[in-house]
């Protein structure tokens, strides 16, 4: 008899073999888990924790006391602060544009703003470049490839930019 098998019939006859023999010796040392029988309590029921009762006027009172954004802050007995850069103290009057961006141009290192005069129908373009001051006070502070960026005379800084209608505002 050869130990070595020769034929594909013999060698699936020894593999089929030798798993059974594997899988008797792997039942055989290694012991199933054990059930551990966990006796019951006597309070099963299961709940959220409640959160501690709140007072919304006491939170509303502690944030309006807080100085934010320039707002007027009252300490009691009449006595309210004003932040310096309070918008209270600059009326914040916004100047209509009277100039409409058509487009932005460069030149070598140089980059210009192309617009038009929104109130007079037949003007021509006009060309401006960075750091230049419009017309109505308007300090162009950059060009960029479809936007530009502006300060006004509130110094209110904007971005404005092609083929989208209301400017962004960022207070400085």
Do not use: C
């Not at 070595?4 to 008797?24: H, V, W, Y």
């Not at 401006?128 to 509130?154: F, H, S």
């Amino acid at each position: 008899m050869k130990l070595i098998p020769s034929t594909t019939s013999q060698m699936a006859l020894l593999l089929i073999g030798f798993t059974g023999l594997s899988s008797a010796i792997m039942v055989w040392l290694i012991p199933a888990p054990q059930v551990k029988i966990i006796a019951e309590s006597q309070d099963v029921t299961w709940h959220l924790p409640t959160l501690p009762a709140t007072n919304p006027q006491a939170a509303f009172d502690k944030m309006r006391q807080l100085v934010a954004w320039g707002k007027e802050a009252e300490l009691g007995d009449g006595v309210t602060t004003v932040n310096s850069t309070s918008s209270i103290e600059q009326p914040n009057k916004v100047t209509p544009i009277t100039w409409k961006l058509v487009g932005t141009a460069t030149k070598g290192q140089q980059r210009f703003m192309l617009s038009i005069d929104s109130v007079d129908k037949e003007s021509k373009v006009k060309r401006y470049q960075e750091a230049a001051t419009l017309p109505d006070g308007t300090v162009i502070m950059g060009v960029e490839g479809d936007r530009i960026r502006i300060r006004d005379k509130q110094d209110e800084y904007k971005v404005l930019q092609l083929y989208q209608p209301p400017p962004t505002t960022e207070k400085k």
